[in-house]
């Protein structure tokens, strides 16, 4: 076992884990391209892939603020990933699209994010993974 997450309760072993894949799927992407994006770029790519969310939506439906949102929009838009346009009959909203390149980069990071799940099967075992992945997409009632 690593000795790191010997003394954590659930939460903060979860919390460990999820940030240890994040960095690596992080660090993969970034040693891999020439398009640095951060996991909150990802983020809310995911949200927008094969989608034409608005903005106000999908700054409903991530974990960061609404100004940073709009922040991290506007590099998306700039490093020519996602495009803005205007919503048929609504002035106010705006609608997301991601770009040819925006979902290159976002299904080839799918690949890595693959890579590193089948990494994971091999060293904890595919049937350990398996019921991991059943346990988190269980209704846990909270």
């Not at 690596?24 to 891999?32: A, V, Y």
């Not at 490093?79 to 609504?90: D, M, P, Q």
């Not at 290159?104 to 904890?124: F, G, R, V, W």
Request: aromatic residues 8%; hydrophobic residues 35%.
């Amino acid at each position: 076992m690593d000795s790191k997450f010997q003394n954590l309760d659930f939460i903060d072993s979860l919390s460990e884990r999820h940030q240890q894949l994040r960095k690596i799927t992080e660090q993969l992407w970034n040693d891999s391209s020439e398009i640095y994006l951060s996991n909150s770029e990802w983020f809310i790519m995911a949200r927008i892939y094969r989608q034409n969310p608005t903005i106000a939506y999908v700054s409903k439906n991530v974990d960061i603020s609404r100004q940073a949102t709009h922040k991290f929009i506007k590099q998306l838009e700039k490093k020519g990933l996602l495009e803005i346009s205007n919503v048929e009959h609504n002035k106010k909203d705006k609608c997301l699209r991601l770009t040819k390149l925006g979902e290159e980069c976002y299904e080839k990071n799918e690949a890595l994010k693959a890579n590193i799940e089948k990494q994971l099967a091999d060293k904890i075992g595919s049937e350990n993974l398996t019921v991991l992945k059943k346990i988190l997409k269980m209704d846990w009632g909270l």
